[in-house]
């Protein structure tokens, strides 16, 4: 007999195929994969991969998708159950497994016989989770498999985890002041086992199971070893539930699988839109500086803005205030590589010689860019933005800035910046929040 179990996570599905035997009953095949926003394509390209399953029985677990398959399901926990029970000897030590995925952190706590007697959950911050931390990864240039290869620096990158702006600033400016990568993933990593540990507070963490796919951040595992003395990580952890889900189909009467073209419930939800953005482009007037081909030997600035999501620059001529040169890229956690990169984009755009009489700087990597290029023209935004829109509107009373990582108000008085707020605790409605909102939501 054969069974599959399906794990629907917020990030990944995982897939376990079980064969029973007589003698015993082993996994034949198992897989996990990011559905990046797309949980039905990514399902039907794990469907094709395994090959025939007509006669298995299937299980599902995991989020509400589960919801919209015509297979049989059952609740997480229920899962964890049965697959502790199914790799674990009789009389083992763990009654605490903790299941860290992407978008949640939970803590089950299991009585004498096995059975989950109270969970404990992390709040709804994102920090700490596995999601959260392949974003900042990614704004680093970094993939998981290299974190798992990066040799530990002696001291790590503190950064906040009480809420996930804050670690993304702290993360940010420690790479604009120059503090090496592997320092800030270990940061990362010691933070999300803070959090865990700070769950466990109440709980035996003597012997501890860990499971999920953030078992793969060996950097977190490393810190977890450092305060639990027995941490067993199972070779099933990244596709436990799926396990269970299989495990649990072996036993029970599922729903028959009829073929993929019936796997999914005919389920509509009704949306409201808005009207699209383009129908209100009357109401906004555009303003832009004219765009010229350099001279040979003209007197040029320079301008930079080194964000914490992209760098940008451009070269105007100072005759004539026209622009000669532009270059709009990432930062990618490295301010003087974006920097260099910027510069290097710019003088390709430029088919003769000039003269760069200045440079100006601003940016959240404002600092360490400036003191690579050596210029003392090292200008926060705010003043930067207040000069540039006084430049097209001296009348101008009010900027709104929203950008990767901070959205800003400013007021001006008599074209002087003379009062401003900003983000102080949340990400929401910036620019890499919605990025990140819509790889994840939308693939």
Request: glycine content about 10%.
């Amino acid at each position: 007999m054969e069974s599959l179990g399906i794990c629907l996570g917020a990030s990944t599905i995982s897939l376990v195929r079980l064969r029973k035997t007589s003698q015993k009953t082993k996994i034949i095949w198992a897989r996990s994969k990011a559905h990046e926003g797309n949980p039905r394509l990514t399902l039907l390209e794990l469907f094709g991969e395994m090959g025939d399953i007509d006669n298995c029985r299937i299980g599902t677990t995991g989020r509400k998708f589960k919801n919209y398959l015509s297979l049989s399901a059952i609740t997480e926990p229920e899962t964890l159950e049965l697959a502790c029970g199914h790799i674990l000897p009789v009389g083992h030590p763990y009654q605490v497994v903790i299941s860290v995925g992407g978008e949640t952190i939970m803590i089950y706590h299991l009585d004498d016989e096995g059975r989950i007697q109270n969970i404990h959950t992390g709040n709804k911050c994102a920090s700490g989770t596995g999601e959260f931390f392949l974003q900042q990864l990614g704004r680093m240039s970094i993939s998981l498999d290299e974190v798992a290869r990066m040799e530990m620096p002696d001291k790590h990158h503190q950064v906040s985890g009480r809420c996930s702006v804050f670690c993304k600033s702290d993360c940010t400016h420690a790479l604009n002041k120059g503090v090496p990568k592997p320092q800030v993933v270990a940061g990362l990593s010691h933070m999300m086992a803070g959090k865990i540990l700070e769950l466990l507070k109440k709980l035996p963490k003597t012997s501890v199971m860990l499971i999920g796919g953030c078992t793969r951040n060996q950097a977190m595992v490393h810190y977890l070893r450092q305060q639990i003395a027995d941490l067993f990580i199972p070779a099933e952890a990244t596709y436990f539930e799926a396990l269970g889900a299989a495990l649990w189909a072996l036993t029970h009467e599922t729903v028959p699988f009829t073929g993929l073209k019936n796997i999914f419930l005919d389920c509509h939800s009704r949306l409201d839109f808005h009207q699209p953005l383009s129908a209100f482009t009357n109401k906004v007037e555009f303003k832009e500086m004219m765009r010229r081909p350099a001279v040979a030997d003209d007197r040029t600035i320079l301008g930079l803005d080194v964000g914490s999501t992209t760098t940008k620059g451009v070269i105007m001529r100072r005759r004539d205030k026209a622009i000669l040169a532009t270059d709009y890229l990432r930062t990618n956690g490295d301010p003087i590589g974006a920097s260099r990169r910027v510069y290097k984009s710019l003088a390709r755009q430029l088919p003769v010689p000039i003269t760069i009489e200045g440079l100006g700087v601003t940016g959240s990597g404002r600092q360490i860019a400036g003191l690579h290029a050596m210029t003392s023209g090292v200008i926060n935004e705010i003043i930067a933005h207040a000069t540039a829109a006084v430049h097209f509107d001296p009348q101008v009373d009010t900027i709104f800035e929203i950008g990767g990582q901070d959205a800003k108000y400013t007021y001006i008085t008599n074209g002087v910046p003379s009062d401003y707020a900003m983000n102080e605790a949340c990400s929401a409605g910036t620019g890499s929040f919605l990025e990140e909102a819509a790889k994840e939501s939308l693939g």
